[in-house]
């Protein structure tokens, strides 16, 4: 019984910022990595950003500089802040983490995603 919720996205112009979050909740013993994809219409759901519990970090290439990748264990929650959006950015963001339930069973879980839309 373990859930993802997302939340930060809306519509912004191009050269603006968004902030997302996902919190995870349930019968967590404890998670490891954690990471941000995004699907645009007609498209592939891509990997965006990825961190591990210990804090490292890998960025799809379209996104190097622009967008960070962190997380709060405490919290169980990780964010993805979007600086410099261009309307390539378009897409519905879905959160992904590799979770621990109490039962020690480890599966990936998806949030329900959310959508940001970039206006030229």
């Known amino acids: 019984q373990v859930q993802l919720v997302e939340s930060g996205g809306g519509l912004v112009q191009a050269g603006g910022s968004l902030r997302l979050s996902c919190a995870a909740s349930g019968s967590i013993f404890s998670i490891n990595g954690m990471g941000w994809y995004r699907q645009a219409p007609g498209k592939q759901r891509e990997l965006v950003a990825a961190?591990?519990?210990?804090?490292?970090?890998n960025y799809a290439d379209s996104v190097k500089g622009r967008f960070t990748i962190s997380r709060d264990n405490a919290k169980n929650t990780v964010y993805l802040q979007m600086n410099s959006l261009k309307p390539e950015d378009t897409a519905v963001y879905y959160c992904n983490a590799n979770i621990m339930d109490v039962r020690f069973i480890r599966l990936a879980y998806w949030g329900q995603g959310t959508q940001v839309t970039v206006s030229s």
């Open positions: 961190i591990t519990s210990g804090g490292s970090t």
